[in-house]
């Protein structure tokens, strides 16, 4: 077997996916919901972010001994940030528009609850986090 397959140039890139993140955005002229658009990241890039949002921390009742711990919620947000390509929100006239100086807390301020909990399942979809090993292999089968 040859390895060219698994050379860069010929992996199949992902493309940027469109995707309704809300109807309360919408086009001026035709008034349909704007498509958002996102996109994948590689696993190094994540593999950055995990470290950016775990700490270490004590272990109660074991001195000097500590463990690491993850800030899951803040690591899924910025991983949203990471992957959303439009709309742009590191633009600072955007974030001024609703108070915030962050993309990730940009995020949060432009979305209901519901849709950003929606939109940070399709994100981590996007990245292969939806799928267990099992599935995989079961696919693989058949």
Not at 1 to 29: C, G, W
Not at 66 to 93: H, M, Q, S
Not at 99 to 123: F, N, T
């Amino acid at each position: 077997m040859s390895l060219t397959a698994f050379m860069a140039p010929n992996a199949v890139q992902d493309e940027h996916i469109k995707y309704v993140v809300s109807a309360r955005f919408v086009d001026e002229k035709t008034k349909e919901p704007i498509e958002w658009e996102i996109q994948c990241i590689d696993s190094k890039h994540d593999e950055e972010l995990r470290k950016a949002c775990t700490r270490r921390v004590a272990v109660p009742g074991k001195r000097g001994q500590f463990t690491k711990e993850t800030d899951y919620d803040k690591y899924v947000g910025l991983l949203a940030v990471e992957c959303t390509v439009f709309p742009d929100l590191n633009n600072v006239e955007l974030q001024n528009s609703y108070g915030v100086l962050c993309a990730d807390e940009l995020l949060k301020k432009m979305l209901k609850p519901g849709e950003y909990a929606d939109y940070l399942e399709k994100i981590q979809e996007i990245n292969g986090f939806n799928e267990s090993f099992e599935d995989k292999v079961e696919e693989a089968k058949n």
